[in-house]
């Protein structure tokens, strides 16, 4: 069964620094994985997508990468600004089930 | 291009009482799908619809939790009757493609249950 973990549970960080999220999975046999963004009372938005082919993905000041055979995934946001707090999710397409598979997520404070 | 619509956004009831969620996916998507998450959770899918059909229901509570998506189009999920841990937000999403899955989803604003 894919279990899918994300570290840290939680993030504060100053206006502007880098900062990287990380997610890891345990079945390796994806056929992509997603990053979405949560804000509070809102759903969500899919904010980068890697198929199980590529690397990674940039978009903006986000880039996402995958590691299969390590099971890793990182989302990597530069120059974090106080619009970027929200809670970030990965999620999973495949392995042994056909359907979407979440973390937890990450809930990121950027502080002015 | 209009958005994932649910309806209706937050809903307060006692255990033991019925509630129904309605959802408008993206016009023109075919697979529609409806997800619960508990707070401090990720979602958790418990229906997919591909057109008017079925896809999965493997996680779905079925002796409560009922769905349906008769015209292909908009869904309700029902409860009945609501536990006090069915307390989540309901998140309904839609996608465009017919393949089975992987394809990008997007999602609606989600409707606040709570059970009291």
């Known amino acids: 069964k894919q279990e899918v973990t994300q570290i840290p549970a939680a993030l504060s960080v100053p206006e502007g620094e880098n900062l990287v999220l990380n997610c890891s999975f345990t079945?390796?046999?994806?056929?992509?994985l997603q990053w979405f963004r949560q804000d509070p009372g809102k759903g969500l938005t899919s904010l980068l997508l890697i198929q199980s082919s590529q690397r990674e993905q940039t978009s903006g000041r986000l880039n996402a990468s995958l590691d299969k055979s390590s099971g890793r995934s990182t989302l990597y946001i530069a120059a974090s600004q106080p619009g970027d707090s929200a809670t970030y999710l990965c999620a999973l397409y495949g392995g042994s089930q056909g359907n979407l598979i979440f973390g937890k997520g990450t809930k990121l404070s950027v502080k002015p | 291009e209009a958005g994932v619509a649910q309806s209706p956004r937050y809903k307060i009831i006692e255990k033991r009482q019925s509630v129904a969620f309605w959802c408008n996916p993206i016009s023109g998507h075919a697979t529609l799908y409806w997800y619960q998450q508990i707070l401090g959770q990720g979602p958790k899918l418990l229906i997919q619809f591909q057109n008017n059909g079925v896809v999965d229901d493997s996680q779905l509570p079925k002796d409560r939790f009922s769905a349906e998506r008769l015209k292909g189009v908009d869904s309700t999920l029902k409860i009945q009757p609501a536990k006090l841990e069915d307390s989540a937000v309901y998140l309904c999403?839609?996608?465009?493609?017919?393949?089975?899955?992987?394809?990008?989803?997007?999602f609606g604003p989600g409707t606040r249950l709570l059970v009291l």
């Open positions: 079945d390796s046999a994806i056929y992509n």
């Open positions: 999403a839609s996608s465009s493609g017919t393949s089975g899955g992987g394809e990008t989803q997007y």
